[in-house]
């Protein structure tokens, strides 16, 4: 079993930064790829970036690729996105998910909550 619990998020302006941090409870996050995905309103939730289990394998979505970095600690049961330039298009629910490493939701088996991220123009 694994727990998840986003924070981070917030309200900023075009070209900001945020840094959104998952944290994890359960032995099984030390052996799960872990992803963030978001949900912008009256959209369908959508892949943002994977990293694996060793933090060796790194995949994001296009749009994301030049802006945002992925990484997890083991040792301390967290992962976090950094995201830098951020840009309106990038509002949206932002949620850690645990589970095989994919662009697919139904890859992953446990989510958290999710974070708020609104991009003010």
């Known amino acids: 079993q694994v727990q998840l619990v986003e924070s981070g998020g917030g309200l900023v302006q075009t070209g900001d930064s945020l840094t959104l941090s998952c944290v994890a409870s359960?032995?099984?996050?030390?052996?799960?790829?872990v992803a963030w995905f978001r949900q912008a309103p009256g959209k369908t939730r959508e892949f943002v970036a994977a990293?694996?289990?060793?933090?060796?394998?790194?995949y994001y979505e296009p749009s994301v690729k030049q802006r945002f970095t992925i990484s997890r600690d083991n040792a301390k049961m967290t992962a976090s996105l950094q995201m830098n330039n951020l840009k309106p298009e990038d509002t949206a629910l932002y949620f850690c998910?645990?589970?095989?490493?994919?662009?697919?939701?139904?890859?992953?088996?446990?989510w958290g909550q999710g974070t708020q991220v609104t991009v003010s123009s």
């Open positions: 359960g032995v099984a996050f030390t052996s799960s790829d």
């Open positions: 990293i694996s289990v060793d933090g060796a394998a790194v």
């Open positions: 998910a645990a589970g095989d490493f994919s662009t697919a939701i139904d890859a992953y088996k446990y």
